[in-house]
């Protein structure tokens, strides 16, 4: 009793992670009754389908109703994941006496209600009912089928493969890979519309979880649960390691349901978001292209601005020289005026001095001629004596009288030259006098220029290691602008990529948006009519959905004995329970 305890928990919690598959509610609230599960029990044999006579001669001739029906499709699965059985429960609710018609091509049918045996033609199974029986179930076996996703499991201990069946009561690292890939044979509508919840139970007492990425993890009991979530038309891998010992394992469970996520997700606000969001994204690409364009013409420039300093920086070295001529110019300029402006101040002391004694030699000069003056006053009484001792018989008085009359005339003469020179030196002192006066200020502008050019050499040195300075500034600078433009001249490359990386996620936002859409059944390409995957395109069902399940690994002796513990006692839930034995 405890390993179907153990069974029921592993089916409970599977059926309640996945809330949208609602038959095993159904079966809960619906039980068939004690004596109908008496019935079921006595009749454990499978009921053989056949084409004879009505089983309940007083419905014939009564109206054919085609079911409104529930399918849930239990799918037995091999170690390695392979397909071994698949059995189809359907489900319908019977309003009052009729014949009910289903469709679907089984190898065998079983009736898992009531002794009512069904009426096979061309594909369709005829129920004839009595309105009493309310609930109806009923199993259709099939061979084969193409499930939504096919799939690969393999085992490893200690990093080698071993079969299965082999790992009852080992010890050691424990490896479970779980290969889920698309199946394109499936039908189309399962393959798109269709998501998967997978199971990995692991007895807490027996393992010790080591890695498995993606997995949620949730305990009942003593059982730590790795859940999987696989969306429609993706395939995944899952990877899980565990520490074992003693080891056992109850069967993984894969369960498939439409993936209707209307009810928990507020499609028209979230597609609405995206829309704005895709809105966004495109100005925002547009944004990054004008930024992108405006890059590029900024790299032009700054290549255009870095080879206007590369010039430059190359004419630099022609400047300094020029300034190096200039400045021993205005060096020689400088010692130049030095030199004018001592000779200016010379100069004007001459004249000062010129001035000073020109006027004396002038007053000199006027006194001379005044002299001469009145010694021609006394020209004529000069001359009468003179001509009185030329008369005379001594000759050297003769001669003295002559030499005194030509002396007189020479004064004369003098005195006229005398007179002019006073005149001209006059006018030769005024203008020294003048140009003196004017020349003091010439002198303080001589002198003024020579301590200028003295200044205009201190500052030119200050330009001089100015311009060493700038240069160096120059070269450095167009250095640093060879580096920006060379990097400026890669963004608008990168600046492409973020553009088309903004156009991606302009795109993904708009699949995410269309993605939503079919999950949540918003869109007009995801509101299709429900499947049946027992018989495609001739009904359609109200929910289709599939359990499958792994064998345990366990103790066959286990197995063995609890079987003929329960063989005799079978009701209804054992019969749902034995679509995995």
């Given at each position: ?7 029921n ?7 309640i ?9 159904l079966?809960?609230a ?9 019935k ?5 044999e499978e009921?053989q ?6 089983t ?20 037995n ?5 392979t397909v ?10 019977v309003?009052?006496?009729g ?15 009531n ?14 009912l009595t ?22 499991i393999?085992?490893?201990?200690n990093g080698?493969?071993i079969?299965p ?10 490896g ?7 199946n394109?044979?499936?039908h189309?509508?399962?393959?798109k519309?269709?998501?998967m919840?997978?199971t ?8 010790t979880l ?11 009991g003593?059982t730590k ?5 696989v969306l ?6 899952i ?11 109850q069967?993984?469970d ?6 209707d996520?209307s009810a928990?997700i507020q ?10 969001m895709s809105?966004?994204?495109?100005e ?10 405006g ?18 920086s190359d004419?630099?070295?022609l ?6 001529e200039?400045d ?6 400088s ?15 001459g ?13 000199g ?5 005044n ?8 020209k ?10 030329a ?7 003769a001669q003295?009288?002559q030499a005194?009359v ?11 030259s005398?007179?002019?020179?006073n005149?001209n ?34 500052g030119f040195q ?7 300075e700038?240069?160096m500034a ?10 920006i ?6 963004i ?18 708009e ?5 939503i859409e079919e999950l ?22 109200n ?7 792994t ?12 079987a ?18």
């Amino acid at each position: 009793m405890r390993k179907r305890n153990i069974l029921n928990r592993r089916i409970y919690v599977s059926l309640i992670v996945l809330l949208m598959i609602g038959l095993t509610g159904l079966y809960m609230a619906h039980q068939v009754n004690a004596a109908d599960e008496t019935k079921t029990n006595q009749t454990g044999e499978e009921v053989q389908a056949t084409e004879s006579g009505l089983t309940n001669s007083k419905l014939e001739g009564l109206e054919t109703t085609t079911v409104q029906k529930d399918e849930t499709v239990y799918v037995n699965l091999n170690h390695n994941g392979t397909v071994s059985k698949i059995n189809i429960v359907n489900y319908f609710h019977v309003n009052g006496d009729g014949e009910y018609m289903d469709y679907g091509n089984y190898d065998s049918i079983k009736n898992l209600t009531n002794e009512v045996e069904p009426i096979l033609k061309d594909n369709s199974i005829r129920w004839q009912l009595t309105g009493s029986t309310e609930e109806f179930f009923y199993q259709g076996s099939l061979k084969s089928g193409e499930l939504p996703w096919n799939f690969e499991i393999q085992y490893t201990l200690n990093g080698n493969v071993i079969e299965p069946e082999a790992l009852t009561g080992v010890e050691g690292e424990l490896g479970i890979l779980i290969d889920v890939k698309v199946n394109e044979e499936a039908h189309e509508y399962f393959r798109k519309n269709y998501m998967m919840q997978i199971t990995v139970p692991l007895n807490m007492k027996h393992c010790t979880l080591l890695s498995a990425p993606g997995a949620i993890q949730m305990i009942a009991g003593s059982t730590k649960n790795l859940a999987y979530t696989v969306l429609p038309e993706t395939s995944q891998s899952i990877g899980i390691k565990a520490d074992v010992r003693d080891f056992s394992m109850q069967g993984i469970d894969l369960t498939m349901m439409a993936a209707d996520m209307s009810a928990y997700i507020q499609t028209e606000e979230i597609t609405d978001g995206f829309g704005e969001m895709s809105t966004g994204i495109e100005e925002l690409a547009d944004g990054t292209a004008k930024l992108r364009d405006g890059i590029s013409e900024l790299s032009t420039g700054l290549l255009t601005l870095s080879d206007g300093m590369k010039e430059l920086s190359d004419n630099t070295p022609l400047l300094s020289e020029g300034m190096k001529e200039f400045d021993e110019g205005i060096k020689a300029l400088s010692e130049n005026l030095n030199n004018i402006s001592s000779g200016s101040s010379l100069m004007e002391a001459g004249l000062l001095s010129m001035v000073d004694h020109g006027g004396q030699l002038s007053t000199g000069y006027k006194e001379i001629a005044n002299g001469m003056s009145t010694l021609l006053t006394m020209k004529e009484e000069l001359t009468a004596i003179a001509g009185e001792m030329a008369q005379s018989k001594d000759p050297v008085v003769a001669q003295t009288a002559q030499a005194l009359v030509s002396q007189m005339e020479g004064i004369s003469q003098l005195l006229a030259s005398l007179e002019n020179l006073n005149y001209n030196l006059d006018q030769y002192m005024q203008g020294v006098k003048q140009t003196a006066g004017n020349y003091s200020e010439i002198n303080s502008g001589i002198t003024a220029l020579a301590g200028g050019a003295g200044d205009l050499a201190g500052g030119f040195q200050e330009i001089k290691r100015g311009n060493n300075e700038v240069y160096m500034a120059i070269s450095d600078l167009g250095d640093g602008l060879e580096q920006i433009s060379n990097a400026t001249a890669l963004i608008p490359e990168q600046t492409q990529q973020l553009v088309d990386g903004q156009w991606q996620m302009k795109d993904g936002i708009e699949e995410a948006s269309m993605t939503i859409e079919e999950l949540t059944g918003a869109s007009k390409d995801s509101k299709n009519k429900t499947v049946s995957f027992a018989a495609p395109g001739k009904i359609t069902p109200n929910s289709v959905q599939f359990i499958l399940r792994t064998p345990a690994i366990e103790k066959r002796t286990e197995h063995i004995v609890e079987a003929e513990e329960e063989q005799d006692t079978k009701n209804f839930w054992d019969r749902l329970f034995d679509l995995f034995s």
